[in-house]
């Protein structure tokens, strides 16, 4: 590897300083670019951002690929993949229930698994896309794999010898346990297939809306704007799939049987991937910049070995960089060095001893070590993020929990209770609709920024509401609650109280929609533009690695909640019992709430802290300006 880039640093230098040769602040003069110094701060292509075409050549005309048009192929993709998510999510419960006879415990806790795994395990597929395959073959390549799952369970509700038998089974023989189990071998063809479904979906979700985003110009003056609304639109897409899943593919299941209601599901993602590869020509690429993982592991292996090595030595060379203006990983852009956790600098401290070509697990580059930096900075606005994906997930059961004793009729329309979880998508679909003309102008009055408000601040005001919407769950089930012991319900928690309506749940539902738009569209374009060019979709993985951790944090406070407060050799029922009426579903909410709230105490701390890659790239420019001036 080339050192010519490196300059020693002045003997001057080397002097007056107490502990160090070198001043802390200035240790990044020490890193010098010998071609445009200022590409490293610019936005424009280089030639390993550069996009391309599907045989992997630079694309010469841009107008005839990407933008808009382009992006409306990957939205169709993402409907499908949210509408069969939401779909098996809301019905899986229910059938493993009515037609596997599976207590609805272990069938909650196996939809659980399968969202929280289908979310947690999207590191893989973002691995693989920035790794090796690229976004545009993961996605192929997984959407292929989640067609084959939902047509296995298409055949699990449709073929007779895949269910335990269904006659003698009335509901009260349900309640009491008494009809025929499902056998092992027809539970594990069942699990093989939804886990291969919730596998698929793990690859898509964190390439889906990385390559959406890849399909606009940085270079456009109007780059900002695009890509904000493209995050709006992308999951305007993802809510159009849960309405449907929740009203449509219900209605399905109601009038035509489960195989028609996951057939249905299969059906869609099938045509989705058709209209996906019919796509093909106009989609620009990024090419993958080999295994990310591999790279951090380089970084920290070099770093430890040099741990004793001190900026002060004689030996000391620089801070190592290839020459030119472009980085040594292919698809990503130099980076240029920052002050945080200088212990990792050790990983590109070039040393006379390391010779003309020393070995990557020994010396890194400055841009290689700056990617790992960016990684651990991102941790902790999606992790601040893992409380709101908690409160959903309870909302999910909880509420329709709450929903099974309150009256769902809409007029003369009686609404199933499988439906109430789809206010919460109409109100982000009417959020998302609104966000442009009514919330952008009235926070750009308060907030200055031109785009209403910032990544972060967009994530703030998210997890914000979601405090107001779980402690008006709160609120609203202490009073539900106590009308239902005082009218005599407390024992028929299965009977829907004529008098006292569902649609109250709609202020919690609609509150939580407002906090998922701000918080989650907000988050996915963060990570976005702040995750280093090669590890975009790894960037993307955090948010729906969030979301699972979500799922399984929520199994875990349900755990420990059952456990202290029921006492069975007492008869003190726990706060989830299963009989709602004489369970605390209040004092559960409030404990949300109360984590909900130190949650958003963390994400403040954390978010003054942060500071966005492009101001600090600005702040860069403008002291090494000022020091090769002085």
């Not at 292509?45 to 990957?74: E, N, R």
């Not at 929280?116 to 794999?145: C, E, P």
């Not at 020393?358 to 070590?369: D, G």
Request: hydrophobic share 45%.
């Amino acid at each position: 590897m080339d050192s010519s880039e490196i300059k020693s640093p002045p003997e001057s230098s080397l002097e007056g300083t107490p502990g160090t040769s070198i001043n802390r602040k200035k240790l990044a003069i020490y890193f010098i670019e010998s071609e445009d110094r200022r590409m490293a701060f610019g936005r424009g292509y280089t030639a390993g951002s550069t996009p391309v075409d599907i045989h992997g050549k630079s694309i010469v005309d841009l107008s005839k690929t990407g933008g808009w048009i382009a992006a409306f192929f990957i939205f169709g993709n993402e409907m499908a993949e949210r509408m069969a998510y939401f779909g098996l999510s809301v019905n899986m419960v229910a059938f493993m229930f009515y037609v596997m006879h599976r207590p609805f415990t272990s069938s909650s806790n196996a939809v659980n698994n399968f969202l929280g795994i289908s979310q947690a395990s999207s590191v893989l597929g973002g691995f693989l896309a920035d790794a090796y395959l690229g976004r545009y073959w993961t996605i192929a390549i997984f959407t292929t794999i989640y067609l084959a799952g939902l047509t296995g369970i298409t055949l699990c509700a449709t073929i007779e010898k895949f269910v335990p038998n269904q006659g003698d089974c009335d509901q009260f023989s349900l309640l009491l346990g008494n009809c025929e189990p499902a056998k092992t071998w027809q539970m594990t063809y069942l699990y093989t297939f939804l886990y291969i479904t919730a596998f698929g979906a793990a690859g898509i979700r964190p390439c889906v809306s990385s390559f959406g985003a890849d399909q606009f110009d940085e270079r456009s003056k109007n780059y900002k704007e695009h890509l904000d609304r493209f995050f709006n639109f992308f999951y305007l897409s993802v809510t159009i799939g849960a309405i449907v899943a929740f009203t449509a593919v219900v209605y399905v299941q109601m009038q035509y049987g489960w195989g028609s209601a996951f057939g249905s599901l299969a059906i869609a993602m099938g045509i989705s991937n058709m209209v996906f590869f019919i796509g093909t020509p106009l989609y620009r690429h990024r090419l993958p910049g080999g295994s990310p993982l591999t790279r951090v592991a380089q970084v920290l292996v070099a770093a430890f070995r040099k741990r004793n090595a001190p900026f002060s030595s004689s030996d000391f060379i620089g801070l190592y960089e290839v020459p030119g203006r472009h980085s040594a990983i292919k698809g990503s852009r130099k980076i240029p060095h920052t002050n945080h956790f200088r212990f990792l600098d050790k990983a590109a401290l070039q040393l006379k001893e390391d010779g003309g070509n020393p070995s990557p697990w020994r010396l890194c580059t400055v841009t290689q070590v700056e990617e790992v930096k960016i990684l651990i900075k991102l941790i902790p606005v999606p992790a601040c993020t893992i409380m709101l994906n908690v409160v959903l997930t309870e909302f999910l059961t909880l509420s329709v929990q709450q929903a099974y004793t309150l009256n769902t009729h809409l007029g003369r329309l009686k609404l199933p209770v499988t439906c109430m979880p789809v206010f919460p998508g109409l109100s982000v679909f009417l959020i998302l609709s609104l966000y442009y003309s009514l919330f952008v102008p009235i926070f750009r009055r308060i907030t200055g920024h031109p785009h209403g408000a910032s990544q972060l601040q967009r994530v703030g005001i998210g997890l914000a509401v979601s405090i107001l919407s779980v402690a008006w769950a709160a609120i609203f089930e202490r009073y539900r609650r106590n009308y239902a012991i005082r009218n005599e319900f407390e024992a028929t928690f299965l009977t829907p109280m004529p008098n006292l309506s569902a649609y109250w749940l709609l202020i919690q539902y609609c509150l939580i929609g407002v906090a998922e738009v701000f918080c989650i569209v907000g988050l996915l374009e963060f990570l976005y533009e702040e995750a280093p060019d090669a590890m975009k979709s790894i960037g993307s993985a955090y948010a729906a690695l969030a979301g699972g951790l979500g799922c399984f944090v929520a199994t875990i406070i349900n755990n420990i909640i059952k456990s202290a407060t029921g006492n069975v050799d007492k008869g003190q029922p726990s706060w989830l019992s299963q009989n709602i009426n004489t369970g605390r579903f209040d004092y559960f909410y409030w404990l949300l709430a109360a984590l909900s709230a130190l949650n958003f105490c963390v994400f403040v701390y954390s978010a003054r802290r942060y500071k966005y890659r492009a101001q600090h790239d600005h702040e860069m420019e403008k002291r090494e300006m000022s020091y090769v001036g002085n």
